[in-house]
């Protein structure tokens, strides 16, 4: 439970598209501050773009117009649909939660600043 998959990576041509899903496991988890993140060889971890649960989003300046992050909480769910893709954008994408709330029965627990195991994107002609 509380778990971070994320799909959807893979080659794609310059100029193309691509969309990342991202998983809550379980069925009584509720999350917050979700967003993704990359890393590119050599480079560190950036924040690509982020949404809160009241819908808020914030982007890195490099995809903001390109890139667009959304949420179904319902299915528990995240995407990044990623469009005019770069090879600059090539890089490990990563999901992740500042916080994740696990109910088992009358309790709640939390998990905070949880990440995926990752996806490549690969930008290339």
């Known amino acids: 439970q509380g778990q971070l998959v994320e799909s959807g990576g893979g080659l794609v041509q310059p100029g193309g598209s691509l969309r990342l899903s991202c998983e809550v496991s379980?069925?009584?988890?509720?999350?917050?501050?979700m967003g993704w993140y990359r890393q590119a060889p050599g480079k560190e971890r950036e924040l690509v773009a982020k949404?809160?649960?009241?819908?808020?989003?914030n982007y890195l300046d490099s995809v903001r117009g390109r890139f667009a992050i959304s949420s179904d909480n319902a299915k528990r769910m995240i995407y990044l649909q990623m469009n005019s893709l770069t090879p600059d954008d090539t890089a490990v994408y990563y999901c992740?939660?500042?916080?994740?709330?696990?109910?088992?029965?009358?309790?709640?627990?939390?998990?905070?600043?949880?990440w995926g195991q990752g996806t490549q994107v690969t930008v290339s002609s």
């Open positions: 949404i809160t649960n009241g819908g808020s989003t």
């Open positions: 379980g069925s009584n988890v509720a999350m917050d501050g």
């Open positions: 992740h939660a500042d916080q994740i709330k696990i109910r088992i029965g009358p309790a709640s627990f939390y998990d905070y600043d949880v």
